[in-house]
């Protein structure tokens, strides 16, 4: 059978309890090839149901529902299975079966927990932030996984005073930090207005990476092993800016 869901946690805690006695589900927030006469559910979000099923859970595993926090997030085509796997098999355990790496659904959710995590630790050192007029600061970011709010508590720690928009252009949506509260909006474009002296920080910023640089010494597949490239898009020192006046050292909004 196959179990469609709306992405949340609550649905997925109703999927499953109605998947538990399927010995072959296969469980998915997106789209998939259907097979002639294969068997579909659509699942409905039961909050009653939901909160009895996380409640049991909790018993077996205190931080379960971190694990499957984490694990939605991830942006592995693979991670509604990597979950649904993961949890049956707490259910059937009763007990922690996160050192359980022995068993192929506890190895698969490591690496998929371990993936996001180790993206987040990435992104506290790729994010840039633009200066506004407002004085705000903005940052686009497109990460592979859904973390633009747990990047908050990092930069919030180091700016507690200065607003800031951490933009996901990729999924439309934006954690945002007002100098004292933190909420997540959805936000397809972005129009911001820059300070007048921003494309001078990118100027001096781009000067600074290529004082350090030492051309004869490059290590181009170690760099982009420490840097990939798909994350160079909002950088300035690895992207070229341009402006309307083919200024290189401008920056760019996403669009």
Not at 50 to 67: G, I, N, P, Q, T
Not at 84 to 100: D, G, I, T
């Amino acid at each position: 059978m196959i179990y469609f869901y709306d992405g949340t946690k609550e649905a997925f805690l109703t999927a499953l309890v109605l998947s538990f006695r399927d010995s072959d589900p296969f469980l998915t927030s997106g789209n998939k090839q259907l097979v002639l006469g294969q068997e579909t559910a659509f699942v409905r979000t039961d909050q009653d149901k939901a909160k009895k099923v996380e409640e049991r859970l909790l018993s077996f595993d205190k931080d379960c529902m971190h694990d499957l926090d984490t694990i939605l997030r991830s942006g592995d085509v693979g991670k509604d299975n990597v979950a649904l796997a993961y949890f049956r098999l707490l259910a059937e355990k009763k007990c922690p079966v996160r050192m359980m790496l022995g068993e192929d659904a506890v190895l698969a959710a490591d690496e998929c927990i371990h993936r996001v995590g180790f993206e987040i630790h990435r992104f506290h050192g790729f994010v840039r932030f633009l200066g506004t007029a407002s004085g705000a600061l903005y940052a686009p970011i497109s990460p592979d996984n859904d973390i633009c709010d747990l990047l908050v508590p990092h930069f919030r720690a180091r700016m507690p005073k200065i607003p800031f928009v951490i933009h996901d252009v990729k999924r439309k949506k934006a954690a945002v930090y007002d100098g004292e509260n933190t909420f997540l909006a959805p936000l397809d474009e972005a129009e911001v207005v820059l300070a007048a002296d921003e494309t001078a920080w990118q100027r001096l910023w781009r000067k600074y990476y290529d004082s350090v640089n030492i051309p004869s010494r490059e290590r181009l597949k170690q760099m982009r092993g420490y840097m990939p490239v798909r994350y160079w898009k909002f950088m300035p020192e690895k992207r070229p800016f341009h402006d309307a006046e083919g200024d290189e050292d401008a920056p760019v909004l996403p669009s």
